[in-house]
């Protein structure tokens, strides 16, 4: 059974940065995402970073203040998140994927296998 565990999460006030983590227990690598939901609302999508961490794919309401990133070594994920806004408040969940599989299946929820708990991000002033 592959276990996807985040952390990183807590409140922050606007303007501020905050980095997400996801230990993912599995050997192989997987194409890794981040959605998030805010209360009341669906899961969205976040950002998608492939096996290798050369491709990554964002939503466009984050584009140019996230990051997604993965350890070389580890089968771990980040989330650099800056010039965070009261927008950004949801819990933030962490999926993995066993293959690429196109820009429009990886910015859906549906096209991942594994998911995490979630972490909750909060920015208020």
């Known amino acids: 059974q592959v276990r996807l565990v985040e952390s990183g999460g807590r409140l922050v006030q606007p303007g501020g940065s905050l980095r997400l983590s996801c230990d993912i227990s599995?050997?192989?690598?997987?194409?890794m995402s981040w959605f998030r939901q805010p209360s009341g609302k669906e899961r969205v999508f976040v950002a998608a970073i492939n096996e290798s961490g050369r491709r990554t794919l964002y939503a466009d309401s984050v584009k140019g203040r996230f990051t997604i990133s993965r350890a070389s070594a580890e089968n771990r994920v980040f989330l650099q998140m800056n010039s965070l806004n009261t927008e950004d408040t949801a819990v933030y969940y962490c999926?993995?994927?066993?293959?690429?599989?196109?820009?429009?299946?990886?910015?859906?929820?549906?096209?991942?296998?594994?998911w995490g708990q979630g972490t909750q991000v909060i920015v208020s002033s």
């Open positions: 599995a050997r192989t690598r997987y194409v």
């Open positions: 999926g993995a994927s066993r293959a690429w599989k196109g820009e429009s299946v990886m910015s859906r929820s549906s096209g991942y296998d594994y």
